[in-house]
């Protein structure tokens, strides 16, 4: 099981208002998402944990407005992150969906893809786009992205924002800058939920990162965020996974 800090005490006081666009339910129903009206058919089964620290991270999600959490690839990290987050969006209980991650990839350059920084950022944020898709329906994801509701912000053009009645997704945070870091937390308004999402043993950084500054930051401090971390036993993608990661660690790469 995972290390994780106690935040039974936090609290956010959108979770229970009551939703804009209908009664908070299970089941997908009609919404009038800025004038265009769209339906998801599906039933949606609530967010089911399958071990201890992704239950502590639901708990965390659903009780503090910031949540710092840690861990290696395949701990579902980032994919309970998206669904909460389609969830809240689904049901009203938020306006605005803001995808974000630093511009240091692991492989090829965001300028080697063609088109608006948009499209250059999006196929990193492909496995977040999915699980929103599978909450809200793929049509229902084109509205809201055609209307602004959900968006993909790189940090080139962060300066400046500000972000209210929202949930901030900030992926792949360990390769942030201190500075970049930064400017991301000084953009959080009113009403929002926002969670850092990192693996400092995966930093492609010649230089410092700015999550660890951060942790350092919320522990010497003694800041009310809750930093959930999960483990190589927290692995739930799959075996192979699992196997791969704790090669990797034991090889010390």
């Known amino acids: 099981m995972g290390k994780h800090f106690s935040h039974k005490h936090f609290s956010n006081k959108h979770f229970g208002k009551k939703s804009r666009r209908g009664k908070n339910r299970e089941t997908a129903e009609i919404f009038d998402l800025q004038g265009t009206k769209f339906e998801a058919e599906r039933i949606l089964p609530p967010i089911k944990p399958l071990n201890p620290t992704q239950a502590d991270y639901l708990d965390a999600l659903r009780s503090s407005p910031q949540v710092i959490v840690l861990g290696p690839a395949g701990t579902g990290k980032t994919w309970i992150a998206a669904t909460h987050a389609a969830d809240l969006f689904r049901t009203g209980a938020i306006d605005k969906i803001i995808l974000t991650r630093p511009n240091v990839p692991c492989g090829?350059?965001?300028?080697?893809?063609?088109?608006?920084?948009?499209?250059?950022?999006?196929?990193?944020?492909?496995?977040?786009?999915?699980?929103?898709?599978?909450?809200?329906?793929?049509?229902?994801?084109?509205?809201?992205?055609?209307?602004?509701?959900?968006?993909?912000?790189?940090?080139?053009?962060?300066?400046?924002?500000?972000?209210?009645?929202?949930?901030?997704?900030?992926?792949?945070?360990?390769?942030?800058?201190?500075v970049e870091i930064k400017t991301f937390l000084t953009r959080i308004g009113e009403d929002c939920t926002v969670v850092i999402n990192g693996d400092v043993s995966q930093c492609d950084l010649d230089h410092g990162s700015g999550l660890k500054t951060v942790i350092h930051m919320v522990k010497s401090q003694m800041l009310n965020v809750p930093v959930v971390e999960f483990s190589r036993d927290d692995i739930v993608r799959s075996g192979v996974c699992a196997m791969w990661v704790r090669a990797f660690d034991e090889a010390k790469l």
């Open 108 to 178: 090829r350059s965001l300028g080697f893809f063609p088109g608006t920084l948009e499209d250059k950022f999006a196929p990193w944020a492909a496995p977040v786009i999915e699980a929103i898709k599978e909450r809200i329906g793929t049509a229902a994801y084109e509205i809201a992205l055609k209307n602004g509701a959900i968006e993909m912000v790189p940090f080139e053009v962060m300066r400046g924002r500000s972000w209210k009645n929202a949930f901030v997704l900030f992926d792949e945070a360990q390769n942030s800058s201190v």
